[in-house]
Each structure stands twice: as C-alpha cells, then as structure tokens.
C-alpha cells in the first residue's frame, strides 16, 4: 500500500535521519523494521508498504509511493530528518524541496512520476 507523508516521514527519519552523516547504523535501524534486503541490488524494501531503501557511500535515500500532495510530503519529509536548519527551499513547479539537514548534510525531495498508476517521490539525505 502507499505511504502517507507521516509514516514516509518517520521511517525516512528514522533509518536516515538519525544514521546520519555516516549511516553506518541504518542497517541497524532498518531490521528493526519490517524490510527485506535484497541480495543482489542490497535494497531494503518494506514489507507492507511501497517503500525501499538504498544505502549508497555518502546516501541514504528513498523512493516510496503516497497520495499525499506533493509539496506536503516535502515539507513533512523535511520536518522529519531533524537538525536545527529552517532553510526550507521549495519549487513551486515540481514541489521538490531542499533543506540542510543534520550534522552537515542536505536534504532533497522530488516527486518522480508515477508507477503503476501510483505518484512516486525520492528523499534522500547527502553527506558532506
């Protein structure tokens, strides 16, 4: 099923936002969760929702499917990784969003089509 912009937030914040810079600890915090690697691409995908995780050197990013409003999902995607940062940047055209986020990273949101009839969105934290 899809994610609403709350549990998209909690899990992304979770596994991403308090790993970060390093998100050495996200494997941790994802079995915690109910995901299942996958053994040849190591992407994490859940269990109930439209919703995976990749974990890439520097990256923490996440590609999942909602109904929520696109610009919604950003601001609460951005909300929700933590930091001390207000410098929310938003295109009012695409609704992808932008902020610094913990611990010297940056935050980046944009809505990426649609699959299976279902609008699909990517978050994804950068390390410096």
Not at 17 to 46: N, V
């Amino acid at each position: 099923s899809v994610a609403d912009g709350i549990s998209a937030s909690g899990i992304f914040g979770q596994v991403c936002g308090t790993t970060a810079p390093g998100f050495g600890a996200a494997p941790a915090q994802l079995t915690k969760m109910p995901f299942r690697q996958h053994p040849t691409t190591g992407t994490y995908y859940h269990q109930n929702l439209d919703l995976s995780v990749k974990l890439m050197p520097k990256r923490c990013s996440m590609v999942f499917s909602s109904r929520d409003p696109a610009m919604e999902l950003g601001i609460i995607m951005a909300a929700g990784i933590g930091g001390t940062s207000n410098d929310l940047g938003i295109d009012p055209a695409t609704s992808a969003t932008y902020r610094r986020g913990p611990k010297g990273t940056s935050f980046e949101f944009e809505p990426l089509g649609t699959a299976n009839g279902r609008p699909m969105y990517r978050a994804v934290l950068i390390a410096p």
